[in-house]
């Protein structure tokens, strides 16, 4: 990641600690962003020169209910609290990003979607309820039915409106702790689309783009669709609900401690490298129209970065950005040809490309779509840095005039006039009268907040060296 900055953190252990931190700020002036475990890939999470709250010491889980599938959580629990606390029970959380490390708060502030986003939606469609406590210093309970307006504008807020201070959530039960993955290599975009189209009723899929590949092989990739096993399907169910059951394998061909991992990879960061190791992991994937299938545990397909320790070292020393488009299925397949076209003629194939179904919800600053998106890792280097706002600049252009949309938790170069224009009038005006309403001194800001809503700069390690 590029952007960083300095700021005044504060740890909160409690509600009333908050509300105190709230209370100086409004006197004294200054601006508060809360910070979860700092997962978001770009300036969400960050208040330059200003004070950020971290919420990671409030992660207690208040209660669970195997019963109901209900667990009520504190702010900085995180996810992997959560799978290791409710799984031994037969549950998994209904939706997970591909790290386990972020807390339910910061979650849900972005409102993520997990490899099963076109199937179970977002995190937010899970939560039963939430308590917010907004600058005034009120704690406001909502849930679907309860405060409900409010509800659908917090989740996905990106913490601008209040802090959650703790959440519940329904739970999916599951018989097993393991998923069936069925891969196809699809030898270009359209058959990507294809395979997606014909998965779509499928719990889980994803797909993984060789940004390098041009000419008739452009957008090939391989496809992963995946369903949980039954536990009529394994010997033992019991043995694969355990926590150990899940944990990812310590060493690489049981040989290597994955903490090298990283290491073994880094001679490899640069367009030739990487075109290799895209190359290579396309022709490593045997399945084509059949696909190919195995077993994995839930831990290891669904958080598979978790697997290499400090894996974003190797993108140093500039960082990296990521940016991911959000567009309706009509245009979706002509904008990512576009978007990957642009990306090899400004000579900056994303070293990573992962691909998505989606659909609409409720939330009011909600960027889910009835499509696709497309999320491409840009390694920021001599070649890249200044010009990579150029191409996400002409991307942003092909999404908005194709009725897209963006996913803050991985932007960092979005302006703000785009911004506005990628969602409807009424979202953007609701908002800000809200934000107003709850927040009138403007005590919570963050740097995402003043570049996407008052034109605010960029992080400068995307434009200069850090
Ligand atoms: C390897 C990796 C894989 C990822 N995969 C996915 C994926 O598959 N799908 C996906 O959707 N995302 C994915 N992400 C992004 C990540 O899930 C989100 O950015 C998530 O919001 C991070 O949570 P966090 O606790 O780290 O929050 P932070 O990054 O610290 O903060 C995120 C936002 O939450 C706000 N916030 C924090 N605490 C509170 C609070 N108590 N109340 C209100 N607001 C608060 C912050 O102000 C900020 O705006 C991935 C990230 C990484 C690093």
Redesign the pocket.
Known sequence: MACSSRSWNVAIQSEEQLSKVFESVSKAGGCI?????????GD??INTNQIVVD?TPMNEIESWDPETGLIRVQ??V?VEQVWRHVIADGYWPPVV???M???I???????????NCYAAGTLGEHVVALR?LVPSGDVIECGPDKNGDFFRA?IGS???L????SATLRLKPIQTGQVEVTAYRTPNLAQMFDVFAKNVEQPYLVGWIDAFAKGDGAGRGIVHVARHLRADEVSNAAATLQPSAQELPGRLFGILPKSWMWRLLKPFSNRAGMRLINAVKYRSCSGRAEGKTHRESLGAFNFL??FVPN?RFVYRPGGFIQHQSFVPADHAQEVFTQTLALARQYGMPPYLAVFKRHRTDAFLLSHGVDGYSLALDFAINNRSRGRIIDLTSEIDQLVVSAGGRF????DATLHAEDYRRSLPDHSYTSFKTLKAQTDPHNILQ?D?YRRLFQGGPMNPGILQDG
Do not use: E, F, Q
């Open positions: 962003n809360l910070r979860g475990s700092g997962a978001s890939y969400a999470n919420c702010a900085g995180t990003s591909g790290t490390t972020p807390t708060a910061g979650a849900l502030a972005m409102n993520i979607h997990g490899k917010v917090v990106y913490g601008m209040g802090c959650i201070l970065l978790d894996w996913y803050p938790a991985k963050s995402l």
